[in-house]
């Protein structure tokens, strides 16, 4: 007796929307270097679809990651960057909900410096596939306005942090070391430590952060300079 065959129409549809996926990546008219994705297409690929390429999305450029299948294919660790373009969530760490977008509102230049420089790393480690239109290129895949601005941002992040690499060479930094039973210390070869700020931070990060710098004994009536707590005025080394 000749066995049933059991036939449902969603599953032609599956079969149909995988024939497209494929279609349009290995049959676009464009060279792949100039391949388009909307959102919704740039979605098929994210690791669910084994007949399909993983690909991901950072500034707007799309790379194929699935030599990477173990950490970006379904239930692998960074699967939350794939079929999407998740910028944001390379600096800030938020992997859900509102933090998987390519905005970078509100990041600081070297938060954005880090973005364009992970961009870097798929173009070195992965296959370049194309361009997503939205916030970075638009239907031509020419680049946006925003997309100079965050290289830009990006550029002026690394200006900012060489000046600071610098300025900071002129006043040696403080020897440390922390173990869990004896907990932490600084000290200095040559003069006493001193906190002092780090006035180009407020550019490179939105905050004001203090290092651990060496003062001679004739350096120590410059303004600005703060005690450890807990220190003697001239004691070469102070716990922390």
């Not at 970075?136 to 900012?160: C, F, H, I, M, S």
Request: hydrophobic share 35%; aromatic share 12%; glycine share 10%.
């Amino acid at each position: 007796m000749a066995a049933k065959i059991i036939t449902s129409p969603f599953i032609g549809i599956a079969a149909f929307v995988t024939f497209l996926a494929f279609f349009a990546f290995y049959y676009n008219p464009l060279s792949n270097k100039q391949r388009l994705f909307t959102v919704e297409e740039l979605a098929l690929y994210n690791g669910t679809d084994q007949s399909l390429p993983i690909f991901l999305g950072i500034l707007g450029s799309v790379f194929d990651v699935t030599k990477g299948k173990s950490h970006y294919g379904e239930g692998g660790g960074y699967n939350h960057f794939s079929g999407r373009d998740a910028s944001r969530a390379f600096v800030s760490g938020n992997f859900t909900g509102d933090g998987l977008t390519d905005s970078p509102s509100g990041l600081s230049s070297q938060q954005v410096k880090s973005i364009v420089e992970w961009r870097d790393f798929y173009f070195r480690s992965y296959t370049f596939v194309g361009k997503l239109v939205g916030r970075y290129y638009d239907t031509k895949g020419n680049p946006t306005k925003y997309l100079k601005g965050v290289e830009a941002k990006a550029a002026r992040g690394a200006q900012l942090l060489k000046k600071q690499e610098i300025e900071e060479a002129k006043q040696p930094g403080c020897n440390s070391r922390w173990s869990q039973d004896e907990g932490g210390e600084v000290w200095c070869d040559v003069g006493v430590p001193r906190l002092v700020q780090r006035p180009l931070e407020i550019a490179l990060t939105g905050k004001m952060s203090k290092r651990c710098a060496c003062f001679k004994e004739d350096q120590l009536d410059q303004s600005g300079l703060e005690v450890y707590k807990g220190c003697d005025f001239l004691a070469k080394t102070c716990p922390v």
